[in-house]
């Protein structure tokens, strides 16, 4: 069998390795950089960053606090750029030689099909070569989106790839896009000393999260300076000297923000020019139309990841892409989407799972809730970040977990526990019957599950 993958960040990389695994002759296409938008310019580098200002703004605000005392503490910014990009370098490396490992062989340039089984690849020195396939697979990503505002081009206006390579930390930053990028960006800039401001159109930032984690995070922010403005949109922006003018338009009213910096933040959108689509008669309005075998109209070609349009995570791109090759060697494979978990690594981390409450209302589906403070939970207190809760959302006819949603220390290490308690519909008791250690963050799920009872031993009734 012979497959041609189209892209090699998480979904196509991880399609070429499982697919070389079960025997496949491999082909692996990447314009730029193996490893994708999530490898070089987007997961990985952010929470380097974000681990470095976590430690860095611990020790600033509660180090005495802690016991530990010192003269002087100050970020180096060149220095933490220089161990972002060597721990991308090193990531990079480490899945380029698990590709050769496998014989996957990669071509470096752009690919476009051009019949139901042939592809041409323009390599980086402009010659073409021509690749025949028995199935592909388009991994092609998303690229951020840029709205048409007035301005737009204007200097110090940057993307989210940009803005992880600043020489020097800006004076002042202004966000446009209060989502999970820019919340996590946010969350950077302001504990370096940024004076930060987010400008979101809808009514709350992260709003596709539980509203009762995303609270949490709204407060912490602003704890750190961050100026949040919802329901307010960005109409224009105009250079004023070596700054920005930002026109925002409010229930206030109209007014303008000036900051040194831009960042925008306002999504993004699947990458489907130019691969040869439409002499195929494939679906590409919203993104390359799939159904659940991830096979496309074209039914020898196969896509995954942020460039069908979906849920634009890159796990859920190597958890399609490992799909979609076990489909094509007729292994029959299906994704589980109610066990996607979604997570920011800002202070707290949030991270959720399944049904929110108003998932279950708008279902009209009868449903308990469960809940309990980290400021009960030891390890919390011992990381002094007792600020957060865990939730759960319960089937009141079958006590079957419909939902798990966390704010505070380790939440998306922890969510994995209500992705499983999903995957096998497991009920709440399954959870509170389970042994969890002692001091450790997970109790705290455990305690959650024991309130759906009214039953938290260290809750006060």
Known sequence: MKILIIG??????????????????????????????????GCIPTK????????????????????????KLAVNWDTLQNRKNNIVSDLVGGVEKLLEADAVKVLRGTGKLTQKNKAEVTLLDGSVEEVTFDKAILATGSKVTIVPIPGIDTEGILTSDEILSLEELPESLCIVGGGVIGSEFASVFSRLGVDVTIVEMLPRIIATMEETLTQYLDYSLKDSGVKILTETKVTKFGKNGDHIDIHIDSAEGKS??????????????????????????????????????MQTSAENIYAIGDC?????????????????????????????FKTIPYCVYTKPEIASVGMTEADAKEKNIDYKVGSFPLSGSGKAMILNEG?????FI???????????HMVGPKATELIVEGALALRLEATVDEIV?????????????QEAAHDVFKQAIHLMY
């Open 8 to 41: 090699g960040g998480p979904g196509g990389y991880v399609s070429a390795i499982r697919a070389a695994q079960l025997g496949a002759d491999v082909t692996l296409i990447e314009k730029k950089y193996i490893g994708g938008t999530c490898l070089n310019v």
């Open 48 to 71: 380097v960053l974000l681990n470095t200002v976590d430690l860095y703004d611990t020790l600033m605000k509660d180090g005495s606090a802690l016991g530990i005392d010192f003269e």
């Open 256 to 293: 303008i923000l000036n900051a040194e910096k831009v960042l925008l933040s306002i999504g993004r959108r699947p990458v489907v020019e130019g691969l040869g689509l439409e002499a195929l008669n494939i679906d590409q309005k919203n993104g390359i139309a799939i159904n659940e075998m």
């Open 308 to 336: 069908t349009g979906g849920v634009m995570l890159a796990h859920v791109a190597s958890a399609q892409g490992i799909a979609a090759v076990e489909n094509i060697m007729t292994i029959n494979s299906k994704m589980d």
């Open 387 to 391: 600020e957060g809760l865990v939730k």
């Open 394 to 404: 319960i089937s009141s006819e079958t006590e079957e977990i419909l939902g798990m």
């Open 433 to 445: 019957t389970t042994i969890h250690a002692h001091p450790t963050m997970s109790e705290s799920v």
